[in-house]
């Protein structure tokens, strides 16, 4: 189950009742998905001055465009794609570079830097009590995806974190459903390589 809050009231009913006059039911789409919106912008925008800005443009679009939305997606979804495309325009008008092109198929990655990651609760925001061989990996593993390239640092997050599958992240990002993992596997074995240039494998494992 990802991080998204879960209410008995369906999409269409929500959009429904927004459509129809009733404004304050905008308010649950926004409890709904601010925790998501909250993550993408966070992973993607540096300059804490911009997210608010951002985060108040991404409810404003999906507002305004609601009356556009085709149920093709899950709503949540469909904010996360609003949310990212802002977050792109952004860093394009910074002349911010996101990441190389990357559209070449990869074979599946080793599971090693997963092991890693599981050890670690799956949860970069919270600290590793469990499991510590004179490091906190959590911290290790978190300060590492930090200096990833932004699109593997938000593709990191959306199926890590947010638990999404690669059809619903490509859907967010706009990448097909193979890219999205082709770079799921490159971020994960820059994040693997990096971490054991710094330390052994026997310490993190």
């Known amino acids: 189950m990802n ?19 009733e404004t304050n039911a905008f308010g ?5 998905t601010e ?16 997210r608010k800005d951002i985060a108040q443009d991404v409810y404003i679009k999906a507002y305004q465009k609601l ?9 949540s979804t469909w904010i ?5 495309n802002t977050c792109i325009d952004h860093l394009r008008k910074k002349k911010l570079v ?29 600290p590793v009590d469990t499991f510590v061989i004179g490091k906190d990996i959590s911290e290790i593993v978190k ?3 930090e200096k ?14 947010e638990e999404l599958s690669y059809e619903e992240i490509g859907t967010i990002t706009g990448l097909p459903a193979g890219t999205v993992k082709s770079y799921l596997f490159r971020a994960r074995r820059e994040l693997k390589n990096d971490l054991l240039l710094h330390y052994k494998k026997e310490d993190l494992c």
């Open 98 to 126: 996101l990441a190389e092109s990357i559209f070449e198929t990869e074979t599946d990655p080793s599971n090693d830097i997963l092991d890693m990651m599981n050890t670690a609760q799956g949860n970069f925001d919270e």
């Open 28 to 32: 649950i789409i926004i409890k709904n």
């Open 143 to 145: 300060k590492k995806i």
């Open 67 to 75: 009356p556009g939305f085709k149920f093709q997606s899950k709503l």
């Open 35 to 50: 925790n998501l919106v909250a993550k993408l912008i966070f992973d993607m925008i540096a300059s804490e001055s911009d």
């Open 80 to 84: 996360g794609q609003i949310c990212y």
């Open 3 to 21: 991080n998204i809050t879960r209410q008995n009231t369906t999409d269409r009913e929500l959009v429904d009742r927004i459509l129809r006059g």
């Open 148 to 161: 990833l390239p932004v699109i593997y640092k938000t593709l990191i997050s959306l199926y890590h974190k």
